[in-house]
């Protein structure tokens, strides 16, 4: 089934710890995103990549990292997690450069880190 | 500052209609998306508007007036898997998506 695979589902892991959120999509998309969601908040944009080799830094990018060394692959890390990264992390992809114009988001179903 | 306005929470009735309505401030627009999140799943695509009007699929139909910077997501013949959160989101100027909180829509039997 085509569509946007994020691992793991859920973590718990203890401040200071590196982690990394992966995400695989099968539909060769150009532009892929992580967004997270926080509640009573709308999705935040952290990274985006428009294409493969390029990555930007959105709205909340701070804390966080992404690499884009294929066209499938944009895992994002955290290289010293801390309380306030506690949240639903959504990894998207759309055909398009910005996410934009008529051009749909696909979302993957979403990784829940919880950082003590 | 660019703000997406929508009711925290409504609650509907089973086979009635609701109305869901979200209003934008925005640096310009170049559109307008709503998407449909049940809880703890991924949001879906619902609709997109870029001109006033009405833009009916289904049950659901979307609603857009750039001049009153307003849009509204209406929902027929509701069914109880429509229960779940429903999200606007606009494209500004400089084409990010800026995205709303989110309406929590309850149906009861």
């Known amino acids: 089934i085509a569509g946007i695979t994020q691992a793991p589902t859920s973590q718990i892991l203890a401040a200071g710890r590196r982690m990394t959120l992966r995400c695989t999509q099968d539909?060769?998309?150009?532009?892929m995103y992580w967004y997270r969601q926080d509640l009573g908040l709308g999705l935040r944009l952290i990274h985006y990549s428009n294409t493969a080799g390029t990555t930007g830094k959105g709205e909340v990018p701070d804390g966080y990292s992404v690499s884009r060394a294929n066209t499938d692959d944009f895992p994002l890390t955290l290289a010293s997690a801390v309380p306030s990264q506690t949240s639903v992390y959504f990894c998207?992809?759309?055909?398009?450069?910005?996410?934009?114009?008529?051009?749909?988001?696909?979302f993957g179903a979403g990784s829940r880190l919880t950082v003590l | 500052g660019q703000n997406i306005d929508q009711p925290t929470e409504m609650t509907a009735t089973e086979g009635a209609i609701v109305q869901i309505n979200c209003t934008y401030q925005t640096s310009g627009f170049n559109g307008l998306f709503w998407y449909q999140q049940h809880a703890g799943e991924a949001p879906t695509f619902l609709s997109y508007n870029v001109l006033d009007g009405l833009e009916e699929k289904g049950r659901f139909s979307s609603f857009l007036s750039r001049s009153k910077g307003y849009s509204y997501l209406l929902l027929k013949e509701l069914q109880m898997k429509d229960s779940a959160s429903y999200l606007c989101?606009?494209?500004?100027?400089?084409?990010?998506?800026?995205w709303g909180a989110g309406t929590k829509l309850i149906i009861k039997p």
């Open positions: 539909m060769r998309h150009n532009a």
């Open positions: 989101a606009v494209i500004d100027s400089n084409y990010q998506l800026i």
């Open positions: 998207a992809s759309s055909d398009s450069i910005g996410g934009s114009g008529a051009n749909v988001l696909t």
